[in-house]
Every structure is written in structure tokens, then in C-alpha cells.
């Protein structure tokens, strides 16, 4: 199909891929036989694709009118994700405006496909293994934001029938070089000193890093027409007692684990949302994380799995590798990507 389409090299511009899943999405398309003619719109320099990037803001209209010139399909990753991002504004104008923003640039340039980096947040927490039809109920900014950004899409789509809009909805992505959720989690249960809020049996959807590129050049190289959703989970879902498990056989060591009640893990987040305040520095540990830490984050990725798409690493292979590259033979250099 991909050669039917496109017998030249296909042009995919990405902006905000000086990221975590940005670079390593533009590894895995540089190293493809295809010989895809990267570019990267970013605030940020990238730390290994410098050559392909341009220092851009997603929220100029002018600038995205003239960097999206020539290419053939856009990836939107540019995204404010944190949970403590402010002026709270700053996600509106990042993830919806830079939506419309870049829409207006592509149909200015004649760019009729789109990839774009939703969320799971979408449908809010303690929701029961919702499908991509599942109602709405974004409890954050981000949440509401990355919705938002879809209604624009949705509303696009109405009078641009003849565009490919791909929309994925990851879990919570972790790989070698991330410092986000998942990675402070593995940390903790590594350092023996877990203390586990609840009873560990809350079931917790994730994404590697790896597979989530790889469904993403898979949509680049199938799903070249209409309007398509996916959320993105690597299954079967673990439970914080099995990602215990899992870090002592891999790093064959013994975890021991303290359980502490809801209430009370939950009243110590509040006690650091207080000194936050205070200080004005931001903290680990919060209200918002320990929430997020005991709810079930269990998503259904039937649709994904029924797509064609077959992941190159299971679950269990995604974490160990990251355990292994973090905690058993770690890289020299300081390169790191800082997200949720």
C-alpha cells in the first residue's frame, strides 16, 4: 500500500518530537528501508536529531504556515502535559490552539494527513475499561485539553472528508531514558523502600515506548484514509503487585513493601500539596499522584489489537528491558526526558 501512495520519499513533519516518544519515534523511521525525509518543529533542540530539527512554537500560525511547506503528513506530539503546568492557560494554548493552528497551516500547504497524540485522560480516572466510544469525563486540564483538541479535529473533519486523521490515545508510555511516572514507580520498588498506598490489586494500563512508535509508523504505512481512533495499551494490564514481582525477578532481588490505607496516603498528599504551596517548589509526592497512583487505569485496545498491528514487545519485555538499561547497566551519558 505505502508504495502505491507514495513512490517518492514520504515527507513527515513532526512537531514536538525533541521529546521522549518524538525521538524515539524518529529513530525508528530514519532506520526504516522507506527512507522517510524527517523534519522536527520543537521549542526544544533534540538531543540526537539536531539535523532534522527546527526551533518552532506550534502556537505561531506564521511559522507553522511556513515549516509545514512540502510535507506530506503531519505527527502532532507538541504538548503541555505536566500535572502542575501555570498559567493553566498554557494548555489551551499549546494543545487546542496549536491544534488549530496546525490544521490551518496544513491546509494552507495542501497537508491532507495527520497523526495526532491524544490521551487516555480523556475519559477520566475509576472508569471502567473504557473503548475508544466511551464517554468523556477529562478530570484535569490535560485531560480537557487533549478532548478539546479532538472536538477541533472532529469538527475539521466534517468539511475536510477527503483528509486521513489518525488519532492515538496512549496509557501511560515509560521506556529507557523516561523520568516519569512509571519510571519514579520502578525506582521506588527497586530501592526497597516501597511504600505501597492501598492494596496493590488496582490494575495499571501502560504503553512501551517502543510499541507505541511502531503502531504509529504502522498507521503512517496503513491507515492512509478516513477518520481513525486508537487507544494504545500494551495488555494484558499489570497490578502494582505484579510490577513488584516483576522488578524482583529481573533485578533478583527481594522487595519488601508496606501497605498504608487509602485515607491515609491520600492525607499525606495533602500535607505535600500544602508545602508546595508554601515553598512554591514543586514536589514527588502530591495529592493528584497518590490519586493517580490508586486508581485503576484499565483501558480497552481491542480495536488496536484487531488493526493488524502486532506489538514487537510484550508488556513484560517492554519493563524488563527499562529495568535493565536503568538499574543494571545504565548509560554513561546524562541524556533524559522528563515527563508525567
Given at each position: 500500500?505505502y508504495s502505491?501512495?507514495?513512490?517518492?520519499?514520504?515527507?513527515?513533519?513532526l512537531?514536538?518530537a525533541?521529546g521522549?516518544?518524538g525521538?524515539?519515534?524518529m529513530?525508528?523511521?530514519?532506520?526504516?528501508e522507506?527512507?522517510?525525509?524527517l523534519?522536527?518543529?520543537?521549542l526544544?533542540?533534540?538531543?540526537?536529531?539536531?539535523?532534522?530539527?527546527t526551533?518552532?512554537?506550534?502556537r505561531?500560525?506564521?511559522?507553522?504556515?511556513?515549516?509545514?511547506?512540502?510535507?506530506?503528513?503531519v505527527v502532532?506530539?507538541?504538548?503541555?502535559?505536566r500535572?502542575d503546568?501555570s498559567?493553566v492557560s498554557?494548555y489551551?494554548?499549546?494543545n487546542?490552539?496549536g491544534?488549530?493552528?496546525?490544521?490551518h497551516?496544513m491546509?494552507?500547504n495542501?497537508?491532507?494527513?495527520?497523526?495526532?497524540?491524544?490521551s487516555?485522560?480523556v475519559?477520566?480516572l475509576?472508569?471502567h475499561?473504557?473503548?475508544?466510544d466511551?464517554e468523556?469525563?477529562p478530570?484535569?486540564?490535560y485531560?480537557?485539553s487533549?478532548?478539546?483538541?479532538e472536538?477541533v479535529?472532529q469538527?475539521w473533519?466534517?468539511?475536510h472528508?477527503?483528509?486521513?486523521?489518525n488519532?492515538?490515545?496512549?496509557?501511560?508510555?515509560?521506556?529507557?531514558?523516561?523520568?516519569?511516572n512509571?519510571?519514579?514507580?520502578?525506582?521506588q520498588?527497586?530501592s526497597?523502600?516501597?511504600?505501597?498506598?492501598g492494596?496493590g490489586?488496582n490494575?495499571?494500563?501502560m504503553?512501551y515506548v517502543g510499541n507505541?512508535?511502531?503502531?504509529?509508523?504502522f498507521?503512517?504505512?496503513?491507515?492512509?484514509?478516513?477518520y481513525?481512533v486508537?487507544?494504545?495499551?500494551?495488555?494484558?494490564?499489570f497490578?502494582?503487585?505484579?510490577?513488584?514481582?516483576l522488578?524482583e525477578k529481573?533485578l533478583d532481588?527481594h522487595?519488601?513493601s508496606?501497605h498504608?490505607?487509602?485515607?491515609?496516603?491520600m492525607a499525606?498528599?495533602?500535607?505535600?500539596?500544602?508545602?508546595a504551596?508554601?515553598t512554591?517548589?514543586?514536589l514527588?509526592i502530591?495529592s493528584v499522584?497518590?490519586?493517580?497512583f490508586?486508581a485503576?487505569?484499565?483501558?480497552?485496545?481491542?480495536k488496536?489489537?484487531?488493526?493488524?498491528f502486532?506489538?514487537p514487545?510484550t508488556?513484560s519485555?517492554?519493563l524488563?528491558?527499562?529495568?535493565k538499561?536503568?538499574?543494571?547497566d545504565?548509560?554513561?551519558?546524562?541524556?533524559?526526558?522528563?515527563?508525567?
Amino acid at each position: 500500500m505505502y508504495s502505491q501512495i507514495y513512490e517518492r520519499s514520504m515527507k513527515i513533519t513532526l512537531i514536538g518530537a525533541s521529546g521522549f516518544v518524538g525521538t524515539r519515534l524518529m529513530n525508528l523511521l530514519e532506520g526504516d528501508e522507506k527512507d522517510y525525509k524527517l523534519k522536527n518543529i520543537d521549542l526544544l533542540p533534540s538531543h540526537f536529531f539536531n539535523q532534522h530539527t527546527t526551533i518552532g512554537d506550534v502556537r505561531d500560525q506564521a511559522q507553522m504556515d511556513k515549516e509545514l511547506a512540502g510535507a506530506d503528513l503531519v505527527v502532532l506530539l507538541a504538548a503541555q502535559h505536566r500535572d502542575d503546568v501555570s498559567p493553566v492557560s498554557l494548555y489551551y494554548d499549546t494543545n487546542v490552539g496549536g491544534m488549530e493552528k496546525t490544521l490551518h497551516a496544513m491546509e494552507k500547504n495542501g497537508v491532507k494527513r495527520i497523526v495526532f497524540f491524544s490521551s487516555v485522560a480523556v475519559y477520566g480516572l475509576n472508569k471502567h475499561n473504557p473503548d475508544e466510544d466511551h464517554e468523556k469525563d477529562p478530570f484535569n486540564h490535560y485531560g480537557k485539553s487533549k478532548w478539546q483538541a479532538e472536538q477541533v479535529l472532529q469538527e475539521w473533519y466534517k468539511t475536510h472528508s477527503d483528509w486521513n486523521i489518525n488519532i492515538i490515545r496512549p496509557t501511560v508510555i515509560f521506556g529507557e531514558r523516561n523520568r516519569g511516572n512509571v519510571y519514579n514507580l520502578l525506582k521506588q520498588i527497586a530501592s526497597g523502600k516501597f511504600l505501597m498506598v492501598g492494596s496493590g490489586n488496582n490494575k495499571k494500563s501502560m504503553a512501551y515506548v517502543g510499541n507505541v512508535v511502531s503502531f504509529v509508523k504502522f498507521l503512517i504505512d496503513n491507515k492512509t484514509t478516513g477518520y481513525n481512533v486508537y487507544n494504545y495499551i500494551d495488555k494484558p494490564d499489570f497490578t502494582t503487585n505484579d510490577l513488584v514481582q516483576l522488578v524482583e525477578k529481573v533485578l533478583d532481588k527481594h522487595i519488601p513493601s508496606t501497605h498504608f490505607p487509602y485515607w491515609m496516603g491520600m492525607a499525606g498528599g495533602y500535607v505535600f500539596d500544602f508545602i508546595a504551596f508554601i515553598t512554591r517548589k514543586k514536589l514527588a509526592i502530591s495529592s493528584v499522584r497518590v490519586k493517580k497512583f490508586c486508581a485503576t487505569t484499565e483501558f480497552n485496545s481491542s480495536k488496536m489489537l484487531n488493526s493488524g498491528f502486532k506489538a514487537p514487545y510484550t508488556l513484560s519485555e517492554g519493563l524488563s528491558r527499562t529495568l535493565k538499561y536503568e538499574f543494571i547497566d545504565p548509560p554513561t551519558d546524562d541524556v533524559i526526558f522528563v515527563s508525567e
